[in-house]
């Protein structure tokens, strides 16, 4: 079983930054793709960026393209989300999925992914 726990989240002002983090709990951590997903209030969940399992290829939402980075760290079991030039409409719950990588492409389908943190909220303000 994988457990995943985000941290990071919080307030920022528009055109501030903030860096997410999210610790997987598994073993076997480099055997999944790892995705960022968002969700605002009264809106379907949507992707955000995604990074396949050796860090080779990574993935985004061109809504923060250019202002957003995925990496990971298959040592420490954790993945990141760099977060700058915020922008009002970034505010959500931002949650941490897990996708058991059986090729070398991680996918931007929320449906695909097994495994979910519990989410934290950021909050951009102008």
């Known amino acids: 079983q994988v457990q995943l726990v985000e941290s990071g989240g919080g307030f920022a002002q528009a055109g501030g930054s903030l860096r997410l983090s999210c610790a997987h709990s598994?073993?076997?951590?480099?055997?999944?793709?790892m995705g960022w997903f968002r969700q605002a209030a009264g809106k379907e969940r949507e992707f955000v960026a995604a990074i396949n399992w050796n860090s080779e290829r990574t993935y985004y939402a061109d809504s923060v393209k250019g202002r957003f980075t995925i990496s990971r760290d298959n040592g420490n079991k954790t993945v990141s989300l760099q977060m700058n030039s915020l922008q009002l409409e970034d505010t959500g719950v931002y949650l941490c999925?897990?996708?058991?990588?059986?090729?070398?492409?991680?996918?931007?389908?929320?449906?695909?992914?097994?495994?979910w943190g519990d989410g934290t909220q950021v909050t951009v303000s102008s």
């Open positions: 598994g073993r076997t951590f480099s055997m999944y793709h």
């Open positions: 999925a897990a996708d058991r990588a059986y090729t070398d492409y991680a996918s931007m389908d929320n449906n695909e992914y097994d495994y």
